[in-house]
């Protein structure tokens, strides 16, 4: 009897796992395998120990001695993929903003809650090239409105140092209306409003309490929104490089998901792909413990 | 004061449950995969129904095409069915590659310019000894039965080839007062001509009508990143530097035409460019045929050859139907490859756009052309300068570094030199490693 209970719930989930199973688990530790292989899709993988990360994170002297990377393109996509992240912060912060507008009790909360979270369920791909047109140099929108007040805007996705910034701003856009501005909402509807009435009768003012009440008491709220966004952050930037500059000009919006992409299915390496993506996996990994490490604490 | 340990609810699931519920799953996955997975060919039957599958692009009217073919193939054949699996362009060596991958390789395919990436891994079959046999290509240009040579193998046939081109507004050389380009011009009068054709109508700096869009072809200087066997790289050759100078030129010093920046932003498609007459030359293809007799239906237009700059050049490339190594059924792929090779499937793919490697079909192609452009001659002069890219493995990597480092110089964040001496190194140093590993 108490074995039939053990098996009940397990048979329940078996669906659920048999799914789990095919689609994430095996193929991740495919990947953890195959980070060990070259392997061109075309013939049977052929183990190369610890080749793969040599080439992806070693270096060599040349004749006058100077260093080179080995793979100077991972670390200049490395380079963008933080640099994009950068709008963390800045997205966050104008989830925050937002969420703290639509909490009050506004005519239209409703409608504007739906507007921000809009960029959410529409089609990304359709965004993107929206934003393509937006930021189209002859007639786009965006130098349009810089030409009224008499500045020459950029080439936005076509310049070195624009195209970056052209991307943060997308990023920012879509994801400031997002999960982030609907968790902060929930956040902010959980904090006890005589917290609030206490500090007002204490003399606080606006600025008082969100400082004191509002931002410490949605420390738990930051941390996790903080935590997803750097995990997305690491793994994000393929769509709008593939669709927006193909990861051009000179790889400046390359990210290091378009690199694995390109490694796999343009280049055929697919082993190298597979030590990228645990490099990768680490680096996410090693972010989240310290920030679990030192954010935990400011949560508490 | 440590935390007292729990007693366990007896809701509470014990996790090891899950655990060995996993490693059953995946257990039985991967038997299963044993069990259900490719198996050994049956025993060869000559009466037994025989199925071929074939990868194309997507394109609805060469898809007919495809399908009259196979029509006339399975008539004949009774025995063999064929399905065709189009797939979407932009993905289509990717959905190919996984199929290779997976194990279920289609027994014919569409090729361009993936070729050499997977041919240099070993994805056609040799059909050299049944060419010789089955298809008179003593009228074949040679160097297009030669692109497919890899390894001494003969993989197939081209059935068409694509050929770059210099197209014209007719009616702005008219009002220019200049004479149409020659197909055997140089340099110096495609400059010329581009001076005279590039108009900036206020004065302003910004260019209403540029006299070329788009750049001098990399065959016209004789340059090329990489070897022709794949074994080198050859960035820093004189002609390399001519191709990046003369291009820069071109967009910096004589604003005859807008960067390749300016191009690849534009958010204008080429077609709707020349159109308008924003542009009087603009390069082209073949394949853009189709778009500039439809899109550009009112504009009087022609083309014409690259200007000779160091030598004649025109940049080539060709689409052929290829058997997979992998195939079960190679005589009957061979059947139905043969019907690719022939006069009126080269003539009927080759209509709205593409030369084809038939000499006598191709000058039954120009011979009925009632369409634009006129001067569809050229392309068959062409034939006798034809510039492909090096049918090399891993080039889709290789090329990658130069194209980054062309980036750089069309930006003028590097000179021609700087970024080509990045370029020529990474490329090495990639060769060095593929090589290495005898890749």
Redesign the interface.
Known sequence: MRHHHRLTPLLYLLPNLTGFAIFVLIPVAAALVLSFFRWDLFHPPKFVGLDNFIDLLGWRRDAEGVIHLNDAGFWKYLYNTLYLMLAIPITMFCSLVLAVLLNQKLPGRMFFRSVFFLPNICAGVGLLLLWKFLYNNDFGLINHMLAWVGITGPDWLNSYNWSKPALMIIMIWGSMGGTGMILYLAGLQGIPPELYEAAEIDGANVLHRFRHITIPMLAPTTFFIFITAVIGGFQGGFDMAYILTKGGPDGATTTLSYYIYNHAFEYFNMGYAAALSLVLFALVLFVTMLSWRFGRGATE | MAAKKQPRSSQE??PR??GW??GV??AA?IGGWFVVGPGADPPADPQRPIKLVMAVPADQADLVIYKQVIARYEAEHPHVAVEIRAIPGNNYY?KL??M??SGLPPDLMWMGEGFA??AS???FMDVGDRLDQDVDTSDFLPQALQWYRIDGQQLGAPYLIDVQFIVYNKKLFDEAGLAYPRDDWDYDEFLADAKKLTVDRGGDGRIEQYGYYGQLDMSVFGAQPISEDGTHATCQTPAMMDFLNTNRSLFNTFHVSPSP??I?????DVYTIFRQGKAAMMIAYTWDLPYLREQCADVDWDITLNPKVNQRGQWASSAAILISSKTRHPAEAWELNKLFLGADFQLRMCEDGGLPPNLSVARQLVAQNRHKPANLQALIVAREFLYPKPRIA?S??LY?QFY??C??V??G?ATPAGAMDRAQ??IT?LIN?HQE?G?
């Open positions: 699931e014990d449950g899950l519920l996993l799953i995946i996955l990717q590659l996984v290779l991958a990436e997977f891994r070993g994805a920046q300016q690849t932003g534009s958010g204008s891993n889709a990597e990658s980054n480092a980036d750089t069309w930006m964040t190194r990474q140093w490693r590993r890749e």
